[in-house]
């Protein structure tokens, strides 16, 4: 699984015109999942994200948590883009939809993220805290 933090003051997501969720300060996540990725991985990841310390504490150092924050998790199978060969990226490494959308689903579940819709064209807006972004990789 790969995921892209980036901390935001703010985070929607809008599809077909319809704002389908936003959050306030906390975390925009674009979760790419790989072909062989499992409930294990979703689960591993989602801990890393809950405990990793990149909020700033009353000193202004990023130290603390995600605590009580918010999270908006967007899929995002273009993380898996390989880019070595030619001009057209390959996403052969990104699992099958429907492997994809069930670790997607379980990622979200265990961060109580709110989210986007799988498989769907989206419009993403933020507004970077910081910036402050971060990628994962198990």
Known sequence: MRALLQRVSA?????????VAAIGPGLLILLGVGAGDSAQSAERLAGKVRTLRIF??????????????EVLCVSQFTLYADTRHGNRPSFSGAAEPQLAAAL??????????KRGRFGEHMEVA???????TILLEL
Not at 104 to 113: G, I, K, Q, S, V
Not at 126 to 132: I, R
């Open 11 to 19: 985070a929607s997501v809008r599809c077909s015109g319809e704002q």
């Open 56 to 69: 700033a504490d009353s000193a202004g150092r990023m130290n603390e948590p995600l605590g009580d924050r």
């Open 104 to 113: 997607y689903e379980r990622f979200c579940d265990a961060l109580h993220a």
């Open 126 to 132: 933020l507004v970077n805290d910081g910036p402050v």
